[in-house]
């Protein structure tokens, strides 16, 4: 997907890709820290999942994540 989006929309220049429940696609930590050292994309990741939380990709990703924790609002809020 990311390929065909190159070369069909944006073949030059810096991209925002968003991944939703990443934790659900294997590699993707891979993926993302390629293209990140390439310089090519900058990252928003997210999931509800305790996987993502697992210090394998704190280790992974070292030096290019910033983790921010949402808790459910209550029904004041």
């Known amino acids: ?3 065909v989006y190159r070369k069909k929309i ?12 990443a934790q659900e696609v294997d590699g993707w930590e891979r993926f993302v820290r390629g293209l990140s050292e390439k310089g090519e994309a900058k990252f928003i990741i997210t999931g509800s999942s305790s996987k993502l ?7 992974l990703l070292s030096g290019r994540h910033v983790a921010l924790y949402i ?7």
Request: charged share 20%; net charge negative; aromatic share 10%.
């Open 1 to 3: 997907m990311y390929d």
């Open 10 to 21: 944006n073949p030059e220049g810096l991209c925002y890709i968003i991944i939703d429940e």
């Open 53 to 59: 939380l697992a210090s394998e990709y704190s280790t």
């Open 71 to 77: 808790h459910p609002l209550n029904l004041i809020e």
